[in-house]
């Protein structure tokens, strides 16, 4: 227990920050600034060091009990410091464009507070050592993102806001009733910690499985399966830094992640697949990747394509956990973060167009590669790696997935896995093709919805450079996944500790 | 008292007991405010007279400057005795609607909790109900009558004075109930001061609240909710 | 169960620093109130400076008795014997009054400065806090009905005269009814307490529990004290008198009344029904029963409601109802669902108080700021009043019961006990209950949120005055975290170790 205040400094420092900024006024902008900068460098740093420290096989954790039974713990594993990682990342590059995106409008430091508790929440979430502290953060998450997701204050804005939390607290209800009662026939269950529920014995199966199917209820509203997507797409309201966070970053993955850890540390990957669960989530997440690809190949609002694209890809994820095999499991963890770096890419994107141009339908970009060639650039970095073309991170996820589904046995899901990809072509190519080869306002054809000169560049470099980082990175995710500490070496780490143990 | 024969006290109770109900009822049905003021301070010199009567000298004491003068007071005070606003002399309101089951049923059960208990104390070797009523004694048996009393006016009227005073009855019929079934125990007599002194600072604030609520805009009853303890 | 005797026997007497230490905690509010009654504070500032003294009386009684055990105590005036009794319950209930009455006096002094209120009501505002202080005080500590029947009474009075003092027709009619409602309770009480002298010889709650035996009397006494001490406490149906009070009272009046007087009334009720009705299961589930009408009928009134300080009364009848699901899970069933209800009831109790409190002080700011109270008049506000927002925001955070808060942990412990006591309609009851706070709490951000509202003029309001509701707010938040302690405190009780 060397280094037990590291995942309490990492918490910290976004608590504080959020702290501090409510305390700050209105028109401090240079404090506040510098504080969100501040905050998110110096938590980068903690999780890198931890990061540096895991792998030298240093252990992190600190708990102290709650109430009768149960304790709040924060432990450092594998699995978890990936999400970190991921979203204290993601975290810089959204701050960033946070802070040019709403240049001069009201609100801010509201804002930016509640954006400072859902990192800390997020950071939670990947940090939580049992069910009972992954609960708390799961659920603080959707508390501080409803004044972002209505933020705007418009009455569509509050409209989804509302949506928005009828969806997920009744999905945290529903988590909530599967820990309690999964805690009263197990006690308190640390991640990492076996074999737990398959000791019970097999008359408690039946009881688990209900269970299981009542837990992923609960995750499956935030990671947005099919039936349960719909507060997702109206979610689009929201600001596009909000849009990058919710698919990207905070939301839609601790769904996912919950289910990551569900399947892997609470129920264990043998059980799980021994009740019949692992099948049931291949069924669910084959299901979700096609439906919400045709109905993404229907929207014409560029963020609601997008929104529906997440809700796609995000099930990749879940299809690789539910996969039983080594090969699926590094699919699924490398996605988590592949996954994240090519969203928020396309987000932040798709915010440049509608700020700088004013942009929010498809047929709206003709020609605009040419007016903004920076931002198209990283649009069709990212576009490219949600078909899965090589050698872009995209690609790698599918392939392992591919690898996986022939490993359980299911060569079928290949062809899911194939189609998929063709939707996801037959709806991000007609976008590229508008950006690159169509003539537009650029070529002196009509003119722009709204355009404003925000810089000295193509748009403002608030705006412009965390686009291009987010996708710099995600493409050499792609060109070096097989060096040490990419997310793909990451994944297979981790797989390789779920199936040797 | 000791120096009174027997059958002497025995009957001086029983006058006691029936002067006691008589006054409750003058009071209780009375429309003419003033006169069932009157009534409710000759129904507490009665109390403190039965106080005496039952061995305790301090809480006749007590009852007759907290109930019957002070709370008197308080009840002319109410009435606006000497003031530039006085109520109208007579309750003309009409009572709350009978048809309310609501407000009927609680008072009853109420009434028949206290009376069943009762009667249960002296009946715990099994004797038949009317045995148990003649070892139950006068005062306990008015008592239980005057709690009905007190429960009847306090949901049937709505003139808030007069509910005023069927809460003192009744809970003067509560008193005499604990004094009969706890003896003379020092607890039940702490209980009773406790009681009378709440019954007062009740009527004190019941009464300027009466007073106020009528000079503000002539508000003699509740709007609503007139039921029993609902 | 009859353990309160055991351990009576067993505890240690007060020492006289100790008694000191009472008596100050007893009086010293309201000798406070009566100085204040003549040169009423300010400053805030002098309050909180002048209340320091108590509050630290309180801390080292809560130091002392947590660490050397529970404290017996009697009272002899001449023959009467009264005996409190100082475990780790009512330590902890001191602490929790002690901390809001502060709060809220220290919020008193900026209300009453802002609000403008007529000064001579006003400074009757102190002595009437002080006088409820002791009566709770008293009522913590009690052990024996006598004792408990002052400090109700002595609470319920000053309670209703705080609830006057307005001194507009709309809250004279409301403390009217209540006035009414809180004497026929205490007369109700006092006939209970009367057939349990008269058929047991005793008021000390550790000599009753030892002698009562079930039956027919003792089951008759409990009812009645039941139907008494219900109807002070605004369980449903007997609710309707809360709402209109609370409607026109003063702020830091409701932040009491709604955070510590209502629940005064449930301590006792909890208390006698362990130890004078210990197996009474079918009873038990009817106060269960009601206490689920509650927190479902309280919901969807609080849904409906047009006021804010409607929305917030209404919404205490809700959460009482959780309380009293306390009476199923604790009565007839076994010891480990009985360890669990008993924490997660004493949570809820401590959390709702600090969050109910926060919550009448947050809408005090808001109403006092603004000069509207109704709900769509809020419109656009959180631009302007982050704070009292904040404030309400992370009061509700507890109601609703979500984590990190008491709310949560409370709600998590008595669904743990509810399952694994078998009894699947109160977790209905919770969730349930969960979804209707949330509905109507939310209510409340969407029209603040609005930012295509016509903008308002807003008055200033003292820093101190939202300072200390949003501490009060974060210690809601800070005890679901932190519950361990004072929860180990309250074990073991009642004999059950």
């Not at chain 2, 003058?26 to 061995?55: G, H, I, K, N």
């Not at chain 2, 309101?93 to 009667?119: E, H, I, K, Q």
């Not at chain 2, 429960?151 to 005073?165: I, M, P, S, T």
Request: proline share 4%; charged share 10%.
């Amino acid at each position: 227990m060397s280094g037990a205040w590291l995942p309490v400094a990492t918490l910290a420092t976004s608590l504080l920050a959020a702290t501090l900024i409510f305390a700050l006024p209105e028109r401090a902008w240079l404090a506040r600034t510098s504080l969100n900068l501040g905050a998110a460098l110096i938590k980068l740093g903690l999780v890198g060091w931890m990061i540096w420290g895991l792998h030298r096989g240093l252990e992190y954790a600190v708990e102290f009990p709650v109430a009768a039974g149960v304790s709040f713990v924060l432990r450092a594993d594998a699995l978890g410091i990936m999400f970190a990682g991921l979203s204290s990342l993601l975290w810089l590059f959204t701050t960033l464009y946070a802070i040019g995106y709403l240049e001069d409008s009201p609100n801010r430091k509201r804002f930016f507070g509640f954006f400072s508790l859902c990192v800390a929440s997020t950071l939670g979430i990947s940090l939580a050592g049992n069910l009972f502290t992954f609960l708390i953060f799961y659920e603080m998450l959707t508390l501080s993102t409803y004044p972002l997701v209505v933020h705007r204050g418009t009455r569509k804005a509050l409209a989804a806001g509302s949506v928005y939390l009828r969806y997920t607290l009744s999905g945290g209800l529903a988590l909530l009733l599967g820990v309690v009662s999964l805690h009263v026939l197990a006690g308190d269950i640390r991640f990492g910690e076996r074999e737990i529920l398959a000791d019970l014995g097999a008359e408690w199966y039946p009881i688990l499985v209900g269970l299981f199917v009542v837990m992923i209820l609960g995750l499956g509203v935030k990671t947005a399966l099919v039936p349960l997507h719909g507060w997702l797409p109206r979610a689009m309201v929201a600001p596009a830094p909000v849009s990058a966070l919710l698919h990207a970053v905070a939301v839609v993955k601790a769904g996912a992640f919950g289910i990551v850890r569900l399947v892997y540390d609470v129920y264990g990957i043998e059980l799980s697949y021994q009740l019949w669960l692992l099948h049931g989530l291949v069924a669910i997440s084959a299901l979700t990747i096609l439906y919400a690809s045709l109905r993404a190949l229907a929207q014409q609002e560029l963020k609601a394509r997008l929104a529906f694209s997440t809700v796609s890809q995000v099930s990749y994820i879940v299809l690789g956990v539910g996969l039983f095999g080594p090969l699926s499991t590094v699919a699924a963890l490398s996605h988590l973060l592949h996954q994240g770096l090519m969203k928020a890419t396309l987000f932040f994107c798709a915010g440049n167009y509608a700020e700088e141009l004013g942009i929010h339908r498809i047929d709206e970009l003709d020609g605009a590669g040419w007016r903004m060639p920076l931002t198209s650039l990283a649009f069709t970095v990212g576009a490219l790696g949600m078909i899965g073309l090589p050698p872009t991170v995209g690609f790698i996820s599918k392939w392992y997935l591919g690898l996986g589904a022939v490993e359980a046995g299911m060569p079928w899901l290949i062809a899911v896995l194939a189609a998929s990809s063709l939707l996801n072509a037959a709806y991000f190519l007609p976008i590229l093709q508008r950006l690159w080869f169509r003539p537009g306002p650029a070529h002196g054809q009509g003119e722009w919805p709204d355009e404003r000169r925000l810089g000295r560049l193509e748009t403002s470099g608030w705006l412009l450079w965390p686009t291009l980082a987010t996708a710099a990175f995600s493409l050499l995710a792609g060109f070096l996944a097989s060096m040490p500490f990419s997310p793909l070496e990451w994944a297979t780490r981790v797989a390789s500790q779920e199936y040797l143990l | 008292m000791a120096i009174l024969p027997e059958a002497l006290a025995a009957a001086l109770e029983v006058m006691l007991a029936l002067l006691l109900l008589l006054m409750a009822l003058a009071c209780l049905v009375d429309r003419y405010l003033r006169r069932a003021c009157r009534s409710f301070v000759c129904f507490a010199v009665l109390m403190a007279l039965t106080w005496w009567q039952l061995r305790a000298p301090w809480l006749a004491a007590v009852e007759a400057v907290l109930g019957a003068l002070l709370t008197g007071f308080s009840l002319f005070f109410a009435l606006g005795f000497g003031a530039h606003h006085r109520l109208p002399r007579r309750d003309t309101l009409p009572g709350a609607s009978p048809s309310g089951v609501r407000s009927w049923l609680l008072p009853l059960t109420w009434w028949f909790m206290a009376a069943a208990a009762s009667l249960l104390l002296v009946d715990d070797v099994g004797t038949r109900l009317s045995e148990a009523l003649a070892v139950l004694g006068p005062l306990a048996l008015v008592g239980l009558a005057i709690i009905g009393l007190g429960l009847w006016g306090f949901v049937r009227h709505r003139h808030l004075l007069r509910r005023l005073l069927a809460f003192n009855v009744l809970g003067s019929g509560i008193f005499l109930v604990l004094a009969e079934v706890a003896g003379p125990r020092i607890e039940a007599q702490a209980l009773i001061l406790t009681g009378l002194i709440v019954a007062l600072f009740g009527s004190l604030l019941g009464a300027s609240l009466i007073r106020r609520l009528f000079i503000l805009d002539g508000r003699l009853a509740l709007g609503s909710g007139t039921g029993g303890k609902e | 169960m009859n353990a309160l005797a055991v351990l009576g026997d067993e505890a240690l007497h007060l020492t006289p620093s100790l008694w000191a230490v009472v008596w100050l905690i007893v009086w010293g509010p309201l000798l406070l109130g009566l100085v204040a009654l003549y040169f009423p504070p300010h400053r805030m500032l002098t309050a909180a400076a002048a209340y320091l003294p108590v509050m630290a009386a309180t801390g080292w009684l809560v130091a002392t008795i947590a660490v050397s055990g529970p404290r017996h105590a009697s009272l002899s005036l001449g023959e009467l014997t009264l005996t409190w009794y100082l475990d780790g319950l009512a330590i902890l209930l001191l602490l929790l009054t002690q901390t809001v009455l502060m709060a809220s006096a220290v919020f008193a002094v900026g209300y009453c400065r802002t609000a403008e209120l007529p000064s001579r009501p006003a400074a009757w505002l102190w002595p009437l806090l002080g006088g409820l202080s002791s009566g709770l005080t008293l009522i913590w500590i009690a052990a024996d009905l006598l004792s408990l029947y002052v400090g109700l009474e002595l609470m319920g009075l000053c309670a209703v005269a705080l609830m006057l003092l307005p001194g507009e027709a709309e809250a004279l009619a409301a403390g009217m009814r209540y006035l009414l409602y809180a004497l026929v309770g205490s007369l109700a009480w006092l006939l209970g307490v009367s057939l349990l002298l008269g058929a047991w010889g005793r008021l000390d709650l550790a000599g009753l529990a030892a002698v009562a035996e079930p039956g027919a009397v003792t089951t008759l006494a409990v009812a009645l004290l039941s139907a008494g001490l219900l109807l002070k406490a605004s369980i449903f149906p007997l609710h309707a008198w809360l709402a209109p009070v609370h409607g026109a009272a003063w702020i830091p009046v409701s932040a009491v009344h709604a955070a510590l007087v209502i629940k005064a009334s449930f301590v006792i009720l909890l208390k006698l029904w362990l130890l004078l009705a210990p197996g009474q299961m079918a009873a038990a589930w009817l106060l269960g029963g009601l206490g689920s009408l509650a927190v479902l009928w309280g919901g969807i009134l609080a849904w409906r409601a047009q006021g804010l300080k409607e929305l917030v009364a209404f919404s205490t009848v809700g959460q009482l109802g959780y309380l009293m699901l306390a009476f199923p899970l604790l009565i007839g069933t076994s010891e480990a669902v009985a360890a669990l209800a008993w924490r997660g009831t004493w949570l809820h109790l401590a959390g709702h108080a600090l969050a109910k409190a926060a919550m009448f002080m947050a809408v005090g700011s808001l109403v006092l700021s603004t000069g509207r109270s109704k709900l769509v008049e809020l419109a656009g506000t959180s631009r302007r009043l982050p704070l009292p927002l904040l404030v309400f925001g992370l009061a509700a955070v507890t109601l609703m019961g979500l984590p990190p808060s008491a709310g949560f942990t409370a709600k998590w412990l008595l669904l743990q006990a509810a399952i694994r006591g078998e009894q699947w309609l109160w977790i209905g009851v919770l969730v349930l209950g969960t979804m209707l706070t949330a509905a109507y709490l939310f209510r409340m951000f969407r029209h603040s949120f609005d930012e295509q509202a016509p903008h308002l003029t807003y008055r200033r309001l003292p820093l101190g005055m939202d300072m200390m509701a949003l501490l009060l707010a974060l210690a809601a938040l800070a005890l679901g975290l932190v519950a361990d302690w004072p929860l180990e405190l309250l074990w073991p009780w009642g004999g059950r170790t």
